[in-house]
């Protein structure tokens, strides 16, 4: 799981023009749900969430007080782009999980958050929505947060991009063969037909 953490004077949800959740001083979560998480992953976010030091103490020290020691606000909001490869410079988005599964797990993770806070400091976006996130980031304090399940460091990604690819090469590629088969075939199957093989190959072959 990915978490996008920002610490926020302000941050609202509006859906098809209708504002339908904000906060005021706290922090907006971005939730990047994965196809390989578990109720791990769940708790290790949760914990990590409401006790990040991301605030001051009341003698204006920084990094001294979570989100839960100054009883402030969490806006949590769905996005599943954070569970992406790039392949090239395209967004590839099957490491996310599918939605019919995710937006229970989504639910789950709000549900403990508020069970672990106060429920009525929870706020959340509309799951699958398309929404406006509206956040006023302060400092700018930005935290990226990645549960110990999930790919770590840049190797690893890189990896998981490369693996995408050679998926990519191989379907690739059994298309390109099976045009060449059905060719085959039919000059096989008539024999006179050689003459227009050329024609056909070409357009058995994908662009």
């Given at each position: 799981?990915?978490?996008?953490?920002?610490?926020?004077?302000?941050?609202?949800?509006?859906?098809?023009?209708?504002?339908?959740?904000?906060?005021?001083?706290?922090?907006?979560v971005?939730?990047?749900?994965?196809?390989?998480?578990t109720?791990?992953?769940?708790?290790?976010?949760?914990?990590?969430?409401?006790?990040?030091?991301?605030?001051?103490?009341?003698?204006?020290?920084?990094?001294?007080?979570?989100?839960?020691?100054?009883?402030?606000?969490?806006?949590?909001?769905?996005?599943?782009?954070?569970?992406?490869?790039?392949?090239?410079?395209?967004?590839?988005?099957?490491?996310a999980?599918?939605?019919?599964?995710?937006?229970?797990?989504?639910?789950?993770?709000?549900?403990?958050?508020?069970?672990?806070?106060?429920?009525?400091?929870?706020?959340?976006?509309?799951?699958?929505?398309?929404?406006?996130?509206?956040?006023?980031?302060?400092?700018?304090?930005?935290?990226?947060?990645?549960?110990?399940?999930?790919?770590?460091?840049?190797?690893?990604?890189?990896k998981?991009?490369?693996?995408?690819?050679?998926?990519?090469?191989?379907?690739?590629?059994?298309?390109?063969?099976?045009?060449?088969?059905?060719?085959?075939?039919?000059?096989?199957?008539?024999?006179?037909?050689?003459?227009?093989?050329?024609?056909?190959?070409?357009?058995?072959?994908?662009?």
């Open positions: 799981m990915k978490a996008v953490i920002q610490r926020v004077t302000k941050a609202s949800v509006t859906v098809g023009g209708e504002q339908i959740s904000s906060i005021g001083r706290g922090l907006c971005l939730l990047g749900i994965s196809a390989e998480d109720q791990k992953d769940i708790d290790y976010m949760v914990r990590k969430i409401l006790n990040l030091r991301l605030f001051e103490d009341e003698n204006g020290r920084s990094w001294s007080r979570s989100v839960m020691d100054t009883e402030l606000e969490v806006l949590c909001v769905s996005q599943f782009t954070l569970q992406h490869i790039l392949k090239g410079n395209k967004p590839d988005f099957h490491s999980m599918p939605a019919e599964l995710s937006q229970t797990f989504y639910n789950n993770i709000v549900e403990q958050m508020r069970t672990a806070y106060n429920p009525e400091l929870i706020k959340d976006g509309k799951f699958g929505a398309y929404m406006q996130v509206h956040i006023q980031n302060d400092g700018p304090v930005t935290i990226h947060l990645e549960s110990p399940s999930g790919p770590t460091d840049a190797k690893q990604l890189s998981l991009e490369k693996q995408q690819q050679r998926k990519e090469k191989t379907r690739s590629k059994g298309s390109s063969e099976s045009g060449r088969e059905k060719v085959a075939l039919r000059c096989k199957a008539d024999p006179n037909a050689s003459s227009g093989a050329e024609g056909d190959v070409s357009s058995e072959r994908e662009p």
